[in-house]
């Protein structure tokens, strides 16, 4: 059964940095583009990064851009999002997803980001 | 990348139908026909219930339907069901990126 498992959430400072990853299981990560995705409380859901399966080409939400990095390790499984230069806006739940064009059929359960001093 | 426009909430009573809209631009729901749609229960994980405007992944019961004319899409889900109710979120590719709705909730009376 596939799976995703997001890893790496927590408090933060302003102006701090953190690094999300996100362990797949029951497939190959590489095979396919990744996303993610985030939820800030009380609020709906954002798309924030993609990852390209075939060339990784990387692409970003304008919120984010210049700030956060996604990434992945093939040899690992796993995808990354390195998130700097916090705010307390980017406060939210993150998920990572298997997926593109706004498809994503596969989910992480979420890591809780929190940006606060 | 402004979010699409959904209705805040919707209701119904079992087994009648509702629809949620879900109203972009020519720049996302109308110029691709790459509409998702979610279900998502508070704390869970969202749930793929429809892509590519109409099509529904396996195990996801035909009483949930996609359109879309124009720049609005629309969800329908007909006999409704108690655990139908969910915040339910549609999606769109809009080029280099994506973007998703602010989100219905769903109540089943």
Redesign the interface.
Known sequence: EAQLLESGGGLVQPGGSLILSCEASGFTLSSYSM?W?RQAPGQ????VS?ISGSDSST?Y???VKGRFTISRDNSRNTLFVQMNSLRAEDTAVY?C?KGS?????I????TMVTVSS | ?S?LTQPRSVSGSPGQSVTISCTGTSSDVGG?N???W?Q?HPG?????MI??VSKR?SGVPDRFSGSKSGNTASLTISGLQADDEA?Y?C???AG????????TKLTVL
């Open positions: 996303t995705v709906g859901l954002e798309w993609s692409y939400a304008d919120s998920f997803a064009r706004g498809v994503y059929d989910w992480g359960q979420g | 990348q979010a691709y790459y509409v998702s979610y998502h869970k994980a969202p749930k793929l892509f590519d992944p915040d979120y999606c769109s590719h280099v990126s994506n973007v998703f709705g602010g989100g």
